[in-house]
């Protein structure tokens, strides 16, 4: 079971009188608490909260200052599936990227965020009492969202000492007949681990025997290095109608303030998610949707501005990994760790005996300044850990190791 206690240590006390159970044992992941935390010690450094260091490409700014000038439209709704323009480039996208044929009109709908489209599918398909196969660790927010869903998270703990990668006998083994779906991340958040293309086939192929669904949340999927391949569930064609495919504009595109992702899945699932976006969102705003359109007309996956922008991303976020390991290497009788594959997040495992992940992250918060994530809230093996993010500068990211080498060496 999940160590929830970590929430507890970094909340405030809950009144929860009168709430409803599937909202009052749910909580805001330590992800978005430590920086609240953080908000009342002055100088801190964040190696926390995943936000890119980056602003939005001026080339989507001027593009949405144009609309607000000339498109009365872009104030109001859209309509409730996603603009009809932005959904062709998105379908040409993923035609482009990973080999899929999709029909923009039944197969996709804009969400707000990908964040949005993972809650509306884990809503729509997950029952009380259903089983959620996920990694341990695992984005924490998706652990939550099933549990709002008044689903069952079970944890198959990932292979930490190869990279974190996926085991698949467990995974077919921690099959129940109330199992329901299969979530994973890939590049993946806590960890940076990118899954092989045999690792999600084998698990694909779980799916499909067993008639599971299979949620893919793949916000980092542009986010690889060292010119690794990415492989996409959504490439295996056996797969279409058991798949749900959750994707972002906010990390290839900087655009995390935008909140506007999407879903492609077979048209009967869209067609019953809508219902929950429906209720939830009635669409996604409008002005964001005009910035993602921009932002997929500039990007011909050969030398477009949005081209130049994702390529510069990449290699940019690359150099801040390298300086992340070559700091941790100098802290090895405190971490060791996993170097990540991609997305910009690296998972180090605490080597000090008798130090708890939450003792650490409230240490380094109050005695060093430095904004870290405890491991505990992303699953049970997450225990022990810390979440660092390397969105951040490089001056950002030196400057904290700085202050965790000089009290590393008082404690």
Known sequence: MLNRSVY???GKKENTTGIAKRVAHISVSAIKQMPVLASKVAGCVSLGQGIPSFSTPSFIRESVIEALRHDDTIGKYSLQPGLPELKVEIAKYLQRVKG???????ELFVSCGAMEALAGAIATVIEKGDEVLIPSPNYSSHIEQILFAEGT??????????????????????VTPRTKAILLCSPMNPTGAVFAEEELRSLAQVAVDLNLFMIADEAYDFLVYDDLPHFSPASIPELKNNLIGCYSFSKMYCMTGWRVGYMYASSRIIDQVLKVHDAFAICAPTISQHAALAALRA??????????FIHHLV???QSRRNVTCDRLNTLSHIFSYQKPKGAYYVFPQIVVEGLSDMELALKLLYE???ITIPGSGFGPTG????RLSFGASETDINKAFDRIEEWASRF
């Open 153 to 174: 998270p079970v944890f198959v703990p990932l292979i930490e000492k190869e990279g974190w990668r996926l085991d698949i006998d467990s995974f077919r083994n921690a």
């Open 368 to 370: 060093a300044k430095v």
């Open 383 to 386: 225990q022990g850990h810390l």
């Open 315 to 317: 290699a940019s976020l």
């Open 299 to 308: 990007t011909n996956g050969r030398d477009g501005e949005g081209d130049r």
């Open 8 to 10: 507890a240590s970094v």
């Open 100 to 106: 899929v044929t999709v029909d923009p009109e039944t």
